[in-house]
T-cell receptor, first 109, second 116 residues
Framework: GENVEQHPSTLSVQEGDSAVIKCTYS??????FPWYKQELGKRPQLIID?????GEKKDQRIAVTLNKTAKHFSLHITETQPEDSAVYFC????????FGSGTRLQVQP | DTAVSQTPKYLVTQMGNDKSIKCEQN?????MYWYKQDSKKFLKIMFS???????INETVPNRFSPKSPDKAHLNLHINSLELGDSAVYFC???????????????FGPGTRLTVT
């Protein structure tokens, strides 16, 4: 089955700095890579996703890159704000979502 | 008009009891899922149903039995609850194409199950 590894487990940045979270996956058949944000006590919510036929995707301050050959993908958040503080999960999917272990991002004002 | 709803939100029960969690989606999706999130925040797929048919059944004890009466509902029944079942259970739905999810999964608000 699919195995997704996510790093770092915690990340603390100053407001305005950039944050990068990295994931690797094991199953080359995976073709869909979403990123979810989960605030404390809330449900995971999709913030951006990328499919295997695309190398990069941007949505305002958020971007995701995918390297299929190396089987890794990354989330980039620029100009971080305190409200970006949350746990972020990457996932890889062929039949079902396999989630990474999460990254707790803390943005210091 | 919540997209994916679950009941109850909180469930506290004793070991050995049987309990159910209900999930409903009004998005017209054809695929529904149950995930378990443990105390360390790991999110793991348990089951997936496509058009009322079970398509994914991860290594979950058979004390857990999902039931999908129709495309919009996926309930989870748990027999003989154990301490290790304590977790947050999330229902989700998506519009899939056969076995391949091609779109965003929408999560319900979660049910926090505490077994004492």
């Amino acid at each position: 089955g699919e195995n997704v590894e996510q790093h770092p487990s915690t990340l603390s940045v100053q407001e305005g700095d950039s944050a990068v979270i990295k994931c690797t996956y094991s199953d080359s058949a995976s073709n869909y890579f979403p990123w979810y944000k989960q605030e404390l006590g809330k449900r995971p919510q999709l913030i951006i996703d990328i499919r295997s036929n695309v190398g990069e995707k941007k949505d305002q301050r958020i971007a995701v890159t995918l390297n299929k050959t190396a089987k890794h993908f990354s989330l980039h958040i620029t100009e971080t704000q305190p409200e970006d503080s949350a746990v972020y999960f990457c996932a890889a999917s062929q039949r079902a979502l396999t989630f990474g272990s999460g990254t707790r991002l803390q943005v210091q004002p | 008009d919540t997209a994916v709803s679950q009941t109850p939100k909180y469930l506290v029960t004793q070991m050995g009891n049987d309990k159910s969690i209900k999930c409903e989606q009004n998005l017209g999706h054809d695929t529904m899922y149950w995930y378990k999130q443990d105390s360390k925040k790991f999110l793991k797929i348990m089951f997936s149903y496509n058009n009322k048919e079970l398509i994914i059944n991860e290594t979950v004890p058979n004390r857990f039995s999902p039931k999908s009466p129709d495309k919009a509902h996926l309930n989870l029944h748990i027999n003989s609850l154990e301490l290790g079942d304590s977790a947050v259970y999330f229902c989700a739905s998506s519009q899939a194409s056969g076995y391949l999810p091609k779109a965003e999964q929408y999560f319900g608000p979660g049910t926090r199950l505490t077994v004492t």
